[in-house]
């Protein structure tokens, strides 16, 4: 039973059979607390049950909590290696109550699983309890027959047990087992307590307080249970050794780390074996959780932890990469009870082996550097600040690793002079931005960008996190509160939003707390990562340092993500069908609709558009994984990832791939993209992806818009019941109405052509309907003389009616006057043997008056006129006539 997973189970096991809901471990970024950098207790997914903020379906559970101790309140990175019990990573086993059973119940859990399953002599253990909680001692007197020497009672903070500068807190009481006298120390209180003989491995805090500020303690609404053992100590008791690193577990990794870099676990070397074997449980698991190295926030403690466990490989005289090689026996020891390493084991690796490389090409120079400036010191001496920072900023080294190389000489590091230049950097970087031309009501953001750094972005894991409201903008200038009805940006340490970037839009949706409610509409990324949240207090006060739950809209999310990956689909097939000269020039990823547009000379045919849907369509069908994972921009144009020209790129790139290599012809997946977006699980989630039109946005540049998933459906849908109502009111079928309406069409035409043909034979034949002005010619100043009104004949028919009239009356003149859609227009023609004496275009003049134009032109044998009075247009003709008589009497 004393293997680490056997402890395990075990322990969860008791605790189910007590009652107890087992539940999983929770991220190691935890979800509901903006002030914690990772999760340090077991308690903190609970946090908000505790305090009666949230309720769950069970009031007792029982967990195997992955437990980070790096950066933050609780934080043993620098002791790691040189003590028998310090990790960065651990699990911490717990039972919770949340008002249900309180102290009795679980000391008499904690007597019954560790003196009965776990079966440790009980002369070996004493406890510790809070000074002022004499109910602890006496429950442990009765229940464990502990007389008073084994009860210790302690006055300080190690027995009262607080998450960080708020949270749920209580009185605690630890048990400790006595290793012996062959190992060094003293029990808790004692002198020499910080020695290893008396070792505590589980703690039970009687919660009974919420801490909401500082100096600020109410109690909580049901004293609770919260308890954590540590699994790594726990074995090392069960296993009979005194160091957790002699473990199974442990054992293990180092054995694999002895395999990997060739070096035993002996004197010296193996401090950095447990760095190295503690490290890659750090970095593994985090990474599974979503964080990611960078230089800043939770990335940079990740970088910080990985860069130490590189040097310590060094140390042992590996020369290339060797952690990533040590992740498969990691997973096989741990994926049981963790499967997210498994799934994240793409990643992970690519992720340690990238940050290896990529160190490894300066560690040398800088420990070359080190050992230059540390040449002539010795024990007590301490490094020049400015040393310190050149290793930093130039050669990547993090103080503490500077610090690390040099605990072995006992040399120290100054520290105010690394701040000093660090500051004095940060001076310059703002003189910088200041003289950038910037707008004054951008600074703001560059100011707030460097005081507060860049916003955590959670929102590739999760969309609901809490966040701390940091500061508030409005008009260009920070605010401490806002009010309801207040249109403000928020810029909050960490966030699930997206800000728009890289063509997909900001995400939207709401951040509340007590009394207090934001509803963000936008959000926006500026000023090289912060993220500003812009929107309105529908409610309460909004004020800076206030913790609130931030709640992405996910429906919008989802639509968001499907549209995204959507376009990396369309993108790829695009290129095979139409070849590898298309390369993206834009793109927009609405959770309505997406547009892609990109280079590619001539419009595209229908054929080639359903070809590149299908293809995408195809993919969806097929539900492919989407990975992401994050590499140098080298790798990744290596893998055949599509990075678009003329894009800046960090030093690391996320990587978006799409379905297998068998469709890819060769490529690593069938589409790989640089993407900071934020994607789809599986191409099933997009549902369907439906092209709505294609389209030129400039020279050489195509745009194709579509919809997806449920807009595409919908989409079709309407799209389908407008052919099925054209089908009925065709008399036809669906599959029908293309060749009916082509037949229509054709039919159409024809008519329109006869009916053209009749109106003419009507104009020319006389004394049909819809005429007026005469029937046939008459003689007018002595010549022959033709007027009609022709009702429905358009301007453009007329010319043509006046010609013929005039190659039938052989010599003449003749004035049509056509009405249609309630305007006149008029026609006045003069046979070639006239035009001497009677001039079109004056003729055509008289008549616009009588139509209200605005006179008219032509030439001498053939003029026209148009005019809004259509009722007048008899009245046109008649003054034609007039006009030529008049004429013919002045000839
Ligand atoms: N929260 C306590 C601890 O972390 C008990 O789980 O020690």
């Keep these: 039973m004393s293997g680490v997973n056997d402890i ?23 979800r509901n607390d903006p002030t914690l950098m990772f999760t340090n207790a077991g308690m903190v997914q609970f946090k908000n049950v505790f305090t009666g903020l949230e309720k769950r379906p069970y009031s007792r559970a029982t967990t195997a909590q992955k437990v980070v101790r790096a950066g933050g309140k609780h934080n043993d990175l620098d002791n790691v290696g040189y003590t028998a019990r310090h990790h960065t990573f651990f699990e911490m086993l717990g039972n919770f109550s949340f008002g249900d059973y309180f102290k009795e119940e679980a000391i008499n859990h904690a007597w019954n699983l560790v003196t009965g399953e776990f079966g440790l002599d009980k002369s070996r253990l004493l406890v510790t309890v809070y000074s002022e909680d004499e109910e602890a001692a006496t429950l442990w007197k009765k229940i464990a027959g502990f007389s008073d020497d084994r009860i210790i009672r302690i006055p300080t903070s190690d027995n009262f047990w607080q998450m960080g500068d708020t949270g749920p807190c209580g009185p605690c009481s630890e048990i400790f087992y006595d290793q012996g006298e062959s190992v060094w120390g003293g029990p808790p209180g004692s002198a020499e307590e910080d020695g290893d003989r008396f070792l505590e491995f589980w703690n039970l805090v009687f919660m009974q307080f919420e801490q909401q ?42 054995a694999a780390i002895e395999d990997v870099i060739g070096s035993k676990a002996e004197g010296d070397a193996r401090a950095s074996h447990r760095v190295i074997a503690d490290h890659l449980r750090a970095t593994a698991f985090l990474i599974a959780d979503g964080v990611l190295p960078s230089n800043e926030g939770r990335g940079y403690v990740l970088r910080r932890i990985m860069r130490r466990a590189m040097r310590h490989a060094k140390l042992l005289g590996a020369r290339d990469p060797v952690i990533y090689k040590l992740l498969p026996t990691l997973i096989a020891e741990m994926g049981r009870a963790y499967p997210e390493l498994a799934r994240a084991e793409a990643l992970t690796t690519e992720t340690i082996k990238l940050e290896e490389k990529r160190f490894l090409t300066t560690l040398d120079r800088g420990l070359a550097l080190l050992g230059t400036a540390t040449e002539t010191m010795s024990a007590g001496d301490m490094l020049d600040g400015e040393t310190a920072f050149k290793l930093y900023d130039t050669y990547g080294f993090p103080l503490d690793l500077t610090q690390d190389a040099l605990r072995q000489r006992d040399i120290s590091v100054d520290l105010s002079g690394f701040t000093d230049a660090m500051n004095r950097q940060k001076a310059e970087a703002r003189a910088s931005w200041a003289g950038s031309g910037e707008k004054a009501a951008d600074t703001v953001w560059f100011e707030i960008r460097e005081r507060e750094g860049a916003t955590e972005f959670l929102g590739y894991e999760t969309e609901r996190a809490e966040g701390e409201v940091r500061t508030i903008v409005k008009d260009g200038g920070e605010l401490k509160e806002a009010k309801a009805g207040d249109e403000v940006s928020v810029v909050v340490n960490q966030t699930p939003f997206y800000g728009e970037s890289g063509g997909q839009v900001g995400d939207t949706g709401t951040m509340s707390g007590e009394g207090v409610r934001f509803e963000v509409s936008d959000t926006q990324k500026v000023a090289n990562g912060l993220f500003i949240h812009r929107g309105r207090v529908s409610e309460g006060v909004l004020k800076v ?11 919008r999310r989802s639509k968001i993500r499907a549209n995204h990956s959507a376009t990396h689909l369309l993108h790829e097939g695009l290129r095979e069908v139409l070849g590898t000269h298309v390369a993206q020039k834009g793109s927009m990823v609405s959770p309505d609709r997406l547009r892609f547009d990109f280079s590619h000379p001539k419009p595209m045919d229908a054929a080639e558009l359903s070809r590149v849907e299908a293809m995408a369509n195809d993919l969806i069908l097929e539900n492919a994984g989407i990975t992401t994972r994050l590499m140098a921009v080298d790798d990744a144009i290596a893998l055949g990832a599509m990075a678009l020209f003329g894009e800046k790129y960090g030093d690391e790139v996320r990587v978006v791939s799409m379905g297998g290599a068998k469709e890819s012809g060769g490529k690593a997946a069938y589409s790989i993209e640089l993407c900071g977006g934020t994607h789809a699980r599986a191409t099933g989630d997009i549902g369907l992806v439906h ?20 807009g595409a459906r919908s989409y079709l849908q309407e799209q389908d019941a407008r052919v099925r109502r054209v089908a009925a009111a065709l008399k036809t079928t669906p599959a029908e109405i293309g060749d009916r309406v082509e037949g229509l069409v054709d039919e159409r035409r024809k008519l329109e052509r006869e009916v053209t043909e009749l109106r003419k ?69 003069v046979t070639p043997d006239l035009t001497d004496r009677f001039n079109a275009v004056d003729l055509v003049r008289a008549a616009s008056e009588a139509i209200g134009g605005k006179g008219g032109g032509g030439r001498p044998d053939m003029a026209q006129a148009g005019g809004p009075d259509a009722a007048n247009a008899g009245a046109a003709i008649d003054a034609v006539e007039k006009a030529l008589g008049s004429q013919s009497v002045a000839a």
Aim: hydrophobic letters at 40%.
């Design 213 to 254: 500020a500082p100096g600020q303690r109410v109690p909580l609404p049901r004293p609770s249970i919260d308890t954590g053992m540590g699994l790594e100590r726990m074995a090392a008791i069960l296993q009979g050794v005194h160091s957790n690193y002699d473990t199974d577990l442990f054992r293990t990794l180092i």
């Design 691 to 710: 092209i709505l039109s294609e389209s030129a946005v400039g020279a050489g540049v195509r745009r194709i818009e579509a919809l997806t998933g449920e």
């Design 761 to 829: 034979k009507l104009a020319l034949a006389g004394d049909g309907a819809g005429q007026s002005g005469g029937s046939t010619a008459r003689e007018v100043g002595g010549v022959s003389f033709l007027g009609r009104v022709l009702e429905g004949v358009s301007a453009k028919d007329l010319k043509g009616l006046v010609d013929e009239a005039k190659g039938s009356l052989g010599t003449g003149v003749v004035v049509f006057a056509g009405v249609a859609d309630g305007k006149a227009s008029i026609v006045v023609g």
């Design 545 to 555: 340092g206030a913790a609130l739950e931030l709640v992405v809209d996910g429906d």
């Design 8 to 30: 395990r189970s075990t322990f969860l096991n008791y605790f189910a059979a007590n009652g107890h809901e087992p539940v999983a471990s929770s991220p190691l970024v935890p």
